[in-house]
């Protein structure tokens, strides 16, 4: 089973800001690895597969990086409506788990 | 418009049955797998099970094995998901999602090619369980 582990639990950061944040992996999962951005009240949102590459209508802004256990995806200049929880994902193996999330408030 | 349209919040008691759907739509529904995540209260996110309309391969997460039942019905381009007694557990936000593919050779292949990560989501049914 692959466990993924985010941090930080909560980030806070005013609007321009950059934010960072980190998903592991308990054992490598090469490049495998989502990102997803869920909103107050709404569905999940597909931002970044593969650990890099930015799904069909995401912002230039959200980048993401890594590889084997450790990933991580950034947020430059930070807007205000980028305050949501983000999620990554495995994609290795069967059946898929999620990280248990990072908050992201923006001041 | 790709879209996955659920069906909408339902309250039950423990021990009835259950049955919400997603219904696809603009885009070929038998061609893409159709996967389910629960979303209990206040909490992460888990996959539950995935099934390919085309032929209604299903796959189950050996923590929902046994727990839920998913179905479709391809001539309604519809995915459901079903429980035959409900716990106060099952209390959550279901999500339903259209699996993203690879290009396949042939449409014939379609059913192999595909990613356990979710491209569209559904708009999501809250199932509230209480005596």
């Known amino acids: 089973e692959f466990v993924l582990t985010q941090s930080p639990a909560t980030l806070s950061l005013s609007p321009g800001e950059r934010a960072i944040l980190s998903c592991r992996a308990s054992q490598s999962i090469s490049n495998y690895l989502v990102w997803y951005q869920q909103k107050p009240g709404q569905a999940p949102r597909l931002l970044i597969y593969d650990a890099s590459n930015r799904a069909t209508g995401v912002p230039a802004r959200f980048s993401g990086s890594g590889s084997g256990t450790d990933f991580t995806l950034a947020i430059s200049s930070l807007e205000p409506e980028d305050s949501a929880v983000y999620y990554c994902q495995q994609r290795r193996t069967w059946p898929p788990s999620f990280g248990q999330g990072t908050r992201l408030e923006i001041k | 418009e790709v879209q996955l349209v659920q069906s909408g919040a339902e309250v039950k008691k423990p021990g009835e049955s259950l049955k919400i759907s997603c219904k696809g739509s603009?885009?070929?529904?038998?061609?893409?797998?159709i996967g389910w995540v629960r979303q209990m209260p206040g909490k992460g996110l888990e996959w539950m099970g995935i099934?390919?309309?085309?032929?209604?391969?299903?796959r189950y997460s050996p923590s929902f094995q046994g727990q839920v039942s998913i179905s479709v019905d391809k001539s309604i381009s519809t995915a459901y998901l079903q429980w035959s007694s409900l716990k106060a557990s099952d209390t959550a936000i279901h999500y339903c999602?259209?699996?993203?593919?690879?290009?396949?050779?042939?449409?014939?292949?379609?059913?192999?090619?595909?990613?356990?990560?979710?491209?569209?989501w559904g708009t999501g049914t809250t199932v509230a369980v209480s005596s």
């Open positions: 099934i390919y309309p085309g032929d209604s391969e299903t």
């Open positions: 603009g885009y070929s529904f038998t061609t893409y797998w």
């Open positions: 999602g259209r699996l993203a593919v690879a290009p396949a050779p042939s449409p014939a292949l379609a059913k192999n090619y595909y990613y356990y990560f979710m491209d569209v």
